[in-house]
């Protein structure tokens, strides 16, 4: 299987520890299977929401898919990755359930 570079995007604000531990729950899964995992979960506390959708959109440049954590469409920053990533023609998988069941777009 070819290394994928995937952006996990999905909710954080307002989530308890800006749903952290679903984003590197993925991100950790993802690495098992040997692809390369851009986290925006790992980035620190402190930057401005404009700051960190620069450094976001940045990594979504870089990457080769896109990987939507559920509640996504209740995300504002998540929702303009999502756009931003088929404005680059990017493919996108979906978590659809608590199974973490993908489906691919």
């Known amino acids: 299987m070819q290394q994928l570079k995937i952006y996990i995007a999905g909710p954080m604000s307002g ?3 800006d749903n952290r ?3 590197n729950q993925k991100a950790a899964l ?3 299977q040997g ?3 851009l986290n925006p979960a790992t980035l620190p506390p ?3 929401q404009r700051e960190y959708m620069d450094i976001c959109y940045a990594m979504i440049r870089a990457a080769n898919t896109l990987h939507m954590l559920p509640g996504w469409q209740n995300s504002a920053g998540a929702t303009a990755e999502y756009h931003c990533a088929v404005k680059l023609g990017l493919p996108i998988t979906f978590e659809q359930n608590e199974l973490h069941e993908e489906v691919t777009y």
Do not use: K, W
């Open 15 to 17: 989530i308890s520890n």
């Open 21 to 23: 531990e679903a984003f």
């Open 30 to 32: 993802l690495r098992q």
């Open 35 to 37: 692809h390369c995992v």
């Open 46 to 48: 402190g930057l401005e």
